[in-house]
Every structure is written in structure tokens, then in C-alpha cells.
């Protein structure tokens, strides 16, 4: 099995795989409300830790919610809120690399040396004292998260910035009188993409899997919404009864996150890109 | 060599000082009031001239600039302030249960060490062999898992279905276990792709050819030459991994009711207990920084290239 794994890691087909994995899970997100076959934060304390049945398919929870629904719902919020993190941290690190590498100058040292200071307090731990400080909540999880990663865009993008910043085509443009603008838009931007794919994959992962943990220790996500580390939160409890409880939204973190890792993983590998 | 040391030094003081000034930046930019949050973590109905008090015993109607220089002079002096929940010194606070957050790191790391050497360097030596496939396998799988679920994961098979692990808790060795291979886990799979990664590569290099040309038995040169250099990536990932343990630590400690420093972080974090957050976070940065220069240290002292080389820091 795992000299199979091996092969497919190596060809075309693993990220055909990963890809096709995650459209699924991207329909089944959109489509939550219809595939569902109960409401998600319906309780039900007559069909309360139900083993799996037609109409529960994984079995109920404590509360007699059906776990199946809450999965799929699961889905919904973890790739939802990854993809706003990522989509933030892309934004805020490209707007920031570009000027930081382009400006040059105090500028850059300031912005470069900020960034630096964030690194060097540990990611997970600046998001828990920010939250920590600002109020446990949703949105400052979201917020922290987003705040430590912009860095490590702005600094590959930075880097590739300056590097093309030399190259004779982008002074070429420069002499033909192309603006800043166009030379962003034409040259630099579609240059940094292929790494910014890579990192942008690994970074879905690991959004979703320190979204979770967030919500894990009570200061994401809160009861009732249906977000896989909460469950896992309101599962343990059933550890010796119902384990399974706690076990099927695990799987699925560990499944998503997995696959984004896998992804980026052979992007990497087909663009030649160097893993941070 | 030794001016090279000293400079590498003086790179963390900069460093350190940026961190601090972000924390000092992201409590003052809150909407929280320090003497607010001092009497709702107390739980007293406060009056403003409590209110007012309070704020001039935190030294909030002096300017920014001297607040946050006499907050650095403390933190230098290992002075983080009083908790606002049991009224004691932060320093002591942290001191006390950190001991226990210290053992459960270093059974981790111990074990991590163990495990993701011999693997990745026999991965590395025999590429596509299934250890290789194993170590890359484990890697993936490693990276992967939320580490509070594996936890309780262990848990279930270990100590509910096997019974041969305590559930939670501290005393024996026993205990130690089922938290520190939790902990460990995403430190084996990073530590056996550097390793095994940086293997292939040195094989390559053209000391390895000039050993072989020379005769040397491929035991030798693998063992002695190429592992002693190619350990070096590892050992970055371990300074730069410390940071990361000590937050790992937390979850871990939540799963598995550790008593260590974790624990009564994450209480502070619900209480808003600022002065315990800042201190750790803080201190958090130094110990990041200073495992780093340490790793630095020993890398120079592995492979001599380095400081002859000057080589460059970003």
C-alpha cells in the first residue's frame, strides 16, 4: 500500500487525485443544506447517542443531533474560514512583499523587521495571546491567524520581487516606458504565482487544522455550530461509551488536511518550488 | 569565530525588542482596559475612583513610550507583573508549573530524536526502499494529524480499550508516555523528511566521492562523514521547533489534564489575565530566539564551514 502511495506521490495523478478530492468536499460544503439528511443543531434528547441508523447515518451525539449532518456541515465551515484566512494572508502579505521589494529602502527594513518580530514568537502562541488579550471569539481566532501568516507571503514575495527587480526584461519594460503598475500586473505577478499556489495549499491545511485546535480549546468556534474541533470538544466526554463520537470528525480534519498537504506537496514537486 | 559568535548575538537583541514592542502594541491597541480587567478577573464591581487608582498604579496616565520601556526594564528583570486572578507575581506563576511543561517537551523531544534519526537516515541512505516508503509515509501522516485527536485517539486504544496506560494526569513514568509520543508525533514526521532529504543530498557531494576514491568503507563515510553533516538541517528544524513544542504543549496538556504550564494559560486566556498572556508570550519569544542562537552554536561546531564562510543570516 504504501509502495503505491509512493507511485502515485511521484506522477501526474496524485494531484488529479487531491484535486477531484477537494471539489468533492467543495460541493458537499455548498450543498450541506440539501444533502443533510437532519438539522445540524436540531437536539433531540428521545434519539440521544444513537447507534448509526437510516435515518442518522453516523449514529446521534449527546444532544441527539444527527453526526452525519454535522460533518457534512463541518466541511462548510472549516474549508470556509480557511479560505477567507488564506485568501486575507495572501492579500495583505502580496500588498506588503510588493511595496517592501519594490520601495526598497526604510520601508522595506521596517515592514521586514516587524516581520520578524512576529516570527520569532512562536504562530500558534501570538494567535492564543492575541485572543487571549482581544476576547475569545470567532473572529479574533480568524484575525490572529490571519496576522501571523501574511509574513511569510510578504517575505517570498519580497525575495522574488527583488531578485526579478534585476532581471534585463523588467529594465526593458522600465526603458519602454511601461508604468509600475503594468509591470507588476505583467511580469512580476504571473512570475510569483507557481510558489504562491504551493504555499497557498499548505496553507489551507494548516489553516484548518489550527482552526480547529482554536476551537478545540473553546475560543473558535462556539457550541452549537458545527465545526469538527468543537465536536471533537463536545465528544471526548463519550471517550468510553461512544467513541465515535469524537473519531469521525477527526477523520475528516485529518482527511482535508492531508490532502491539502499532498497537493501542495506535488505542486511543489511540478513547479519546482522549494517548501518553506 | 569569536566575532562571528558575538555578531550572531547581537542579531537576537533587535529581534527581541520588535517582539516585545508587538505585544506591548497589540495589548495597548486592545479594547480592554487594564484596570477593567483587573477587577472583572477578580470578580469586583469596581467605582471609578477604583478605576482611576488602578490605572495609575499600572502606570496607564504616563506616556506610551515610558510605559513600554519600564514594561521592558521588568521583562529584562524577569518582572511580568501580577496575575490579575490569584494576585501572585506572573514569574512565579510560570515557575512553578513549568517544570512539568519542561519534562513532558523534553520526553518528546527525546523520543522524537530516537525515532526520526535512525529512520530518516536509513531512509535516506536506501531511497525507495520501504523504510523509505514507511518514513515518508509517517511524515505525511504525521504533518497531518490534529494533534489533540491523536491524543485522544491514544487514549482510547491505550488506556480504555488496553488499559495499559493511565488516562491522564502525573507520578510515574507511565504517565509521561501517551503525552510526549502525542507531542512528539509532528516532530518525527519533520525531523525524518530533514534528515532523509538532507542525506540525499550530501551523498551527492563530492567529499563522498573523494572518501570512496580513497577506499573508505561505505559504512564509514555514511556513518561518520556524511551523518555528522547532514544532521545540520535537523538540528535548525529543532531550535526553530521549540517555539512551536511549547505551544503544542498546551493542546497536549489539555488533552491529557498535564499539569504543567499549558493549563493555566489557556485559564488565563478565558479570564483575560493580561499580565500571565504577555509574559508568556514573551518569554515564549526569548526562549525562540535563544534555542535558535544555541543550534546556530552547535551547527558551527559540527560543520566548520559555517563560520569560515561568514554565512549569511536572514
Aim: hydrophobic share 50%.
Amino acid at each position: 500500500m504504501i509502495a503505491i502511495f509512493r507511485g502515485i506521490l511521484k506522477s501526474q495523478k496524485m494531484i488529479v487525485t487531491c484535486f477531484l478530492i477537494l471539489c468533492i468536499l467543495l460541493l458537499i460544503s455548498i450543498f450541506a443544506p440539501w444533502l443533510a439528511p437532519n438539522d445540524p443543531i436540531a437536539i433531540n434528547l428521545t434519539h440521544k447517542l444513537q447507534p448509526p441508523s437510516l435515518d442518522y447515518p453516523l449514529g446521534t451525539d449527546h444532544l441527539g443531533r444527527c453526526m452525519f449532518s454535522r460533518i457534512l456541515f463541518g466541511a462548510r465551515i472549516s474549508l470556509g474560514f480557511a479560505f477567507l484566512i488564506f485568501i486575507s494572508a495572501l492579500s495583505m502579505g502580496l500588498l506588503i512583499g510588493i511595496i517592501s521589494g519594490y520601495i526598497g529602502g526604510w520601508v522595506d527594513q521596517l515592514l521586514m523587521r516587524i516581520g520578524d518580530g512576529l516570527m520569532a514568537i512562536p504562530s500558534l502562541l501570538f494567535v492564543l495571546g492575541f485572543v487571549g488579550i482581544w476576547g475569545a471569539g470567532l473572529k479574533q481566532v480568524i484575525l490572529g491567524l490571519i496576522l501571523v501568516q501574511w509574513v511569510y507571503y510578504a517575505r517570498v514575495i519580497r525575495g522574488m520581487v527583488l531578485s526579478l527587480k534585476e532581471q534585463n526584461y523588467i529594465t526593458a519594460a522600465k526603458i519602454s516606458g511601461s508604468s509600475t503598475w503594468i509591470i507588476m500586473k505583467k511580469h512580476i505577478i504571473p512570475n510569483v504565482l507557481p510558489s504562491l499556489a504551493v504555499m497557498g495549499t499548505l496553507e489551507m491545511g494548516w489553516a484548518i487544522m489550527n482552526l480547529s485546535s482554536m476551537s478545540f480549546l473553546g475560543l473558535g468556534v462556539q457550541p452549537p455550530t458545527p465545526e469538527w474541533g468543537a465536536m471533537i470538544h463536545e465528544g471526548k466526554s463519550y471517550i468510553r461509551t461512544n467513541p465515535t463520537l469524537m473519531i469521525y470528525p477527526g477523520l475528516m480534519i485529518m482527511l482535508v488536511v492531508v490532502t491539502f498537504n499532498l497537493l501542495g506537496e506535488s505542486l511543489s514537486e511540478r513547479f519546482g518550488v522549494k517548501r518553506r | 569565530m569569536g566575532s562571528y559568535v558575538l555578531k550572531r548575538i547581537m542579531t537576537i537583541v533587535p529581534i527581541f525588542l520588535i517582539a516585545t514592542l508587538l505585544t506591548f502594541g497589540m495589548i495597548n491597541l486592545s479594547p480592554v482596559d487594564p484596570a477593567e480587567a483587573y477587577f472583572s478577573a477578580a470578580h469586583i464591581q469596581a467605582t471609578d475612583e477604583m478605576l482611576e487608582q488602578k490605572r495609575h498604579e499600572f502606570g496607564l496616565d504616563q506616556p506610551l513610550l515610558i510605559q513600554y520601556v519600564n514594561a521592558l526594564i521588568k521583562i529584562c528583570q524577569l518582572d511580568f507583573g501580577i496575575s490579575y486572578v490569584t494576585n501572585q507575581p506572573v514569574w512565579e506563576e510560570i515557575s512553578s508549573r513549568i517544570p512539568a511543561t519542561i519534562q513532558l517537551t523534553l520526553g518528546s523531544l527525546l523520543i522524537a530524536i530516537l525515532v526520526s534519526v535512525p529512520l530518516g537516515f536509513l531512509a535516506g541512505i536506501k531511497k525507495n526502499s520501504g523504510i523509505d516508503h514507511f518514513s515518508r509515509f509517517l511524515s505525511f501522516i504525521g504533518a497531518s494529524i490534529p494533534s489533540f485527536w491523536l491524543g485522544y485517539l491514544f487514549i482510547f486504544f491505550f488506556s480504555v480499550k488496553l488499559d495499559l496506560f493511565p488516562v491522564e494526569g502525573t507520578g510515574t513514568w507511565r504517565h509521561l508516555i501517551l503525552p510526549s509520543v502525542t507531542l512528539a508525533f509532528p516532530l518525527i514526521a519533520l525531523y525524518t523528511r530533514l534528515l532523509r532529504t538532507s542525506v540525499l543530498e550530501n551523498s551527492q557531494e563530492s567529499y563522498v566521492l573523494f572518501a570512496r576514491t580513497r577506499g573508505i568503507h561505505e559504512k564509514i563515510i555514511m556513518g561518520k562523514h556524511v551523518l555528522r553533516i547532514a544532521i545540520s538541517p535537523m538540528i535548525t528544524g529543532l531550535g526553530m521547533n521549540l517555539g512551536n513544542l511549547m505551544t503544542g504543549a498546551i493542546i497536549v496538556e489539555a488533552v491529557f489534564s498535564w499539569p504543567g504550564f499549558g493549563r493555566y494559560f489557556i485559564e488565563a486566556i478565558f479570564n483575560r489575565d493580561v499580565p500571565v498572556i504577555q509574559g508568556y508570550v514573551v518569554l515564549a519569544a526569548g526562549v525562540f530566539l535563544i534555542s535558535n542562537l544555541i543550534v546556530d552554536l552547535i551547527q558551527m561546531y559540527l560543520d566548520p564551514r559555517i563560520s569560515r564562510k561568514g554565512r549569511q543570516y536572514q
